[in-house]
């Protein structure tokens, strides 16, 4: 059975993992789920979607995420986690700044996201999970580039499809690396 990614609001109010996380995680694994999918977890610290959901970059604690996949694969599953970045979604309350969405992101701000990317998706490696998985749905910032109407760019990354899949192309080909 898999387990679909499911925010489990377990994190942190700073985005930090939590030992009640990787319980969550190490549960699905003992109740026979084959493969857990983690709920999404930020590439931005400063554009979560709300205080449960974890971050994962340079201040993620390494033990407590090799922990989770370490559990999980000794219960015999498989362990992928998803990543995100909550764009226009993201808290401004909690993160203390409203984020822009593909409209104001500049050639900078997206190389940046690039870098956070691939980052996020070397420590998930680095700790043991057997894949990850990118959020591109629901109105975070990649499924926006993807949205004609929330995307009406007229440069390379708006426009005609093959332009607005360019930006969430970049990202899995960053994350591949």
């Given at each position: 059975t898999v387990r679909s990614a499911t925010n489990e609001h377990l994190?942190?109010?700073?985005?930090?993992?939590?030992?009640?996380?990787?319980?969550?995680?190490?549960?699905?694994?003992a109740h026979q789920?084959?493969?857990?999918?983690?709920?999404?977890?930020?590439?931005?610290?400063?554009?979560?979607?709300?205080?449960?959901?974890?971050?994962?970059?340079?201040?993620t604690d390494r033990t407590l995420l090799k922990?989770?996949?370490?559990?999980?694969?000794a219960k015999g599953g498989k362990v992928v986690i998803?990543?995100?970045h909550g764009g226009l979604k993201a808290s401004?309350?909690?993160?203390?700044?409203?984020?822009?969405?593909?409209?104001?992101?500049?050639?900078?701000?997206?190389a940046d996201l690039l870098k956070r990317y691939r980052f996020a998706a070397r420590l998930a490696r680095e700790a043991g999970f057997d894949g990850v998985q990118v959020h591109m749905a629901h109105g975070y910032?990649?499924?926006s580039f993807l949205n004609p109407k929330e995307n009406t760019r007229t440069d390379r990354y708006g426009g005609?499809?093959?332009?607005?899949?360019?930006?969430?192309?970049?990202?899995?080909?960053?994350?591949?690396e």
């Open positions: 994190a942190g109010r700073d985005g930090a993992i939590t030992e009640a996380l990787v319980e969550c995680y190490e549960e699905l694994a789920v084959g493969l857990v999918i983690t709920g999404h977890y930020a590439v931005d610290a400063l554009a979560r979607v709300d205080a449960g959901q974890p971050s994962l970059d340079e201040r922990a989770a996949a370490d559990r999980v694969h998803q990543l995100n401004e309350k909690l993160n203390g700044r409203p984020f822009r969405g593909p409209m104001e992101l500049t050639a900078e701000d997206r910032l990649l499924s005609n499809v093959e332009n607005r899949f360019r930006f969430p192309g970049e990202v899995l080909r960053a994350v591949r």
